[in-house]
C-alpha cells in the first residue's frame, strides 16, 4: 500500500496515509475502510514513524490521513508529526475530522502551531439522505454551521438513492460556503450502498468544469491522492 506521495495538480503538498484506532463512530453505513485501522499502538506507531521519513517539506504543506480522524491517531504519532513540522518547517497542515471532535479542532491548532485547514465528511448536504441512509452521525443544520468549524468538505457522489438535483445543491453549497472542497466519486465496496453508474457519468460530464477549478478536488478513485490500494 503506497502511503507517501506529492500532490502538484491542485494544492501542492505532501500526503501520507497513517494507521490510526478504530473510528469512534464506525457506523457509518457506506464504510469499510476499518481494515487500516489498528489497537496494536506499537505497530501503528512504528509504521508511521517510517512513512513520515519521506516528508522533505518541499511545499511547506502536509496532508496527513487515515481511516478514522485525526483525533484517533496514536499519541506517539502526533508527537512524530510535531517533530517533522519543526524540521521540516511545514507552516501549513491538511488534516480530517468527524463531526464529532468539532468542539476539539482548537486543541489540534495549539499543540502543532501552524494553521490546520479542516477537512470533514459531509457526504451530502442533504440531511434526509446523510443521516437517515449514510447513517453519518452528522447532525448539523446548515451549511453555515459547519463553515463556521471546518474549511472543506468531502463530498461523495453517485450513490443509488441520490439525485442529480441533491449533487446540484451540494456543489452549490460547496462553491458559496467554503474555499476548499473534494468531491469523491463513490465506487462500490463490501457495504450495500452501490454507486449508480448513470448518476456517476451524467457528473462527470455536467460538472467536467471542476476539472479547472483550483479550489476543488474531484477524486473517481480512492487511490487518486497516490496513496491507498
Known sequence: MERYNRITNKNFREIVLLKAKPCAWGKCRFCDYID???ENIPEMVRLNREVLSHVTGEFGVLEVIDSASCFELPEETLQDIKKVVDEKKIKKLFFESHWMYRKRLNEMREFFGVPIVYKIG??????????????????FKSPEEVAALFDSPCLMVGIQGQTREMIARDIEI?????????????????????KDPELIQWFAKEYRWLKDDPSVE???????FGVGD
Not at 459531509?122 to 452521525?137: A, G, M, P, S, V
Not at 474555499?179 to 463490501?190: E, F, I, R, S
Not at 474531484?218 to 487518486?224: G, I, M, Y
Request: proline residues 0%; negative net charge.
Open 36 to 38: 487500516d485501522n489498528s
Open 122 to 139: 459531509i457526504e451530502t448536504f442533504d440531511e434526509d439522505f446523510r443521516e437517515n441512509y449514510l447513517n453519518k452521525h452528522a447532525d
Open 174 to 194: 460547496l462553491k458559496k460556503y467554503f474555499k476548499l472542497g473534494t468531491v469523491n466519486v463513490y465506487t462500490d465496496n463490501t457495504t450495500d450502498v452501490k
Open 218 to 224: 474531484v477524486l473517481f478513485e480512492n487511490t487518486d
